[in-house]
């Protein structure tokens, strides 16, 4: 069952915890969120993959991306990304739409930095097949609930 976790004007953080999945559904605002609004919601991200302990995280776009800038990308890469590792995060489906390729380069670039380095990550084009590979990450993983 999915619960939503958190939720704000820009983004909604819900848990599959049958399926041990985080998923971070960036909302139409997302845009125009300011730097410490972002930081924010990745905290509040860090926090809560320390508290459940996900597996793999899914990340979408209801609307136009929020552009990842690169002292923000170092910053998660810092900051973010060795607590959710720690916490058990080992995969990241990225869904990006058809026509959105400077979304899918962002994300990119901030799955590009250090340490965000150690996820398996692939990208996707609809929420269903990202989902399906997560679990099937899983399973080959030996993470089987």
């Known amino acids: 069952m999915v619960q939503l976790y958190r939720k704000g004007n820009y983004c909604e953080i819900l848990f599959d915890e049958s399926e041990g999945i985080f998923e971070m559904r960036w909302l139409e605002e997302a845009a125009q969120m300011s730097e410490e ?3 924010e919601i990745f905290l509040s991200y860090a926090n809560l993959t320390e508290q459940y302990a996900p597996f793999g995280v899914l990340v979408y776009n209801t609307g136009e991306p929020y552009i990842v800038l690169p002292h923000l990308q170092e910053w998660v890469d810092r900051n973010i990304t060795p607590r959710s590792q720690e916490a058990g995060v080992k995969s990241i489906a990225v869904v990006v739409k058809g026509d959105s390729i ?9 799955i590009d930095e ?3 380095r150690q996820y398996v990550h692939r990208f996707f ?6 989902k399906t590979w997560l679990i099937k990450q899983k399973t080959r ?3 089987m609930q």
């Open 114 to 116: 250090p340490n965000a």
């Open 141 to 143: 993983m030996g993470m």
């Open 37 to 39: 609004t972002f930081k």
């Open 102 to 110: 400077v979304a899918q380069i962002a994300v990119e670039q901030l």
């Open 125 to 130: 084009d609809s929420v269903e097949s990202a």
